[in-house]
């Protein structure tokens, strides 16, 4: 069975710390890992990863994929209040492209 | 950037009656649309994909004669509750992804927040 798993699932942090949050997968015709961030509303898209080793960066938030190992990492430097937010890792497998849902991980920035 | 619109972002409505929640791709066409639940505090559970001109396909669990999905259009896709009850309560999102560039990039609504009294 197609999972996705995420760790860890919550995490404290204080402003200006660096956090790493992973995700590990085992699908059936992998096509490619995406990470979102959750506020109070519907996920935000952040990056999409389809080949190893190759960092995504969007200002303070990097992402990489290891392919041979079967996970991926989010980094975000420096953070800030403002990166309170679920964050979740999918992964689209299949002809159908179906994305598989990690359970997230809840990340607190506190001042 | 790929903006997607849900309406209405909230209804409460007597159990009974039918709630239709519409999604829209603003600015791209979407064949395939994706009807999301999310309980408190817990991941995205999938409950069909709405596919445009032809049937949805539900997943497992989901009653297709409770939660209607009707694709009209590449840019609009709605899923309606059907008899809501207090159980249905819940938050739905939709998610529409691009098909022109076989992107499996999903891009999400701001989502509806159901509640049935």
């Known amino acids: 069975e197609d999972k996705v798993v995420q760790s860890p699932l919550s995490l404290v942090v204080h402003e200006g710390d660096t956090v790493t949050l992973n995700c590990s997968y085992e699908?059936?015709?992998?096509?490619?890992l995406l990470w979102y961030k959750q506020e109070k509303k519907a996920p935000t898209f952040l990056f999409m990863l389809t080949s190893s080793g190759i960092e995504k960066k969007s200002g303070r938030l990097s992402s990489i994929l290891d392919k041979k190992e079967l996970f991926s990492i989010l980094n975000i430097t420096a953070t800030q209040t403002g990166d309170s937010a679920i964050y979740l890792c999918a992964v689209a497998a299949g002809n159908n492209r179906k994305l598989i849902w990690g359970l997230g991980t809840s990340l607190a920035v506190n001042p | 950037g790929a903006v997607v619109s849900q309406h209405p972002s909230r209804v409460i409505c007597k159990s009974g009656t039918s709630v239709k929640i519409e999604c829209r791709s603003l600015?791209?066409?979407?064949?395939?649309m994706f009807w999301y639940r999310q309980f408190p505090k817990k991941s995205l559970m999938l409950m069909a994909t709405?596919?445009?001109?032809?049937?949805?396909?539900?997943e497992q669990g989901v009653e297709k004669d409770k939660f209607l999905i009707n694709h009209a259009s590449l840019t609009l896709s709605t899923l309606t509750v059907t008899s809501a009850h207090p159980e249905d309560s819940s938050f739905y999102i939709c998610?529409?992804?691009?098909?022109?560039?076989?992107?499996?990039?999903?891009?999400f609504g701001p989502g509806t927040r159901l509640l049935v009294l």
């Open positions: 699908v059936t015709n992998f096509r490619s």
């Open positions: 600015d791209f066409q979407a064949t395939t």
């Open positions: 709405s596919n445009e001109g032809s049937k949805a396909t539900y």
């Open positions: 998610s529409a992804r691009e098909e022109l560039t076989e992107k499996e990039t999903q891009y």
